[in-house]
């Protein structure tokens, strides 16, 4: 026979984690669903976007909020429109945009107002 075990019954399985338990063996928390995944407090989720890049971002603190991110993410990928963050800052893309978008004269500007 094989001895009983002396720690807490283990969890219910959670309907929001397809049917598995949030807490792993040891105390690790189980992937709570694709791409999820647990580190320290918070929750983040791993996904490639249609050209096959890799992104990392956190999800949330609690799982609802992760799930909730992930959700989010997925529409926008199946919808084409997501777009990941840019790491050009503001003044690089002024510059960049007064480049490329030539000024124009003023139109509302009379000769008498001069």
């Known amino acids: 026979m094989r001895p009983s075990s002396s720690g807490p019954p283990p969890a219910a399985p959670d309907a929001r984690l397809g049917g598995r338990c949030e807490e792993g063996?040891?105390?690790t928390t189980a992937?709570?669903?694709a791409g999820l995944?647990?580190?320290g407090?918070?929750?983040v989720y791993d996904w490639r976007d249609a050209s096959g890049h890799k992104f990392r971002r956190k999800a949330g603190n609690t799982i609802d909020e992760a799930i909730a991110?992930?959700?989010r993410i997925d529409a926008e990928l199946n919808a084409g429109v997501f777009v990941p963050g840019s790491r050009i800052t503001f003044a690089e893309?002024?510059?960049?945009?007064?480049?490329?978008?030539p000024l124009k004269g003023q139109t509302r500007l009379c000769e008498h107002h001069r």
């Open 93 to 101: 893309y002024a510059a960049h945009w007064i480049e490329t978008h």
């Open 37 to 39: 995944s647990r580190r």
């Open 25 to 27: 063996p040891h105390g």
């Open 69 to 71: 991110f992930k959700t």
């Open 41 to 43: 407090d918070t929750y």
């Open 31 to 33: 992937a709570a669903a």
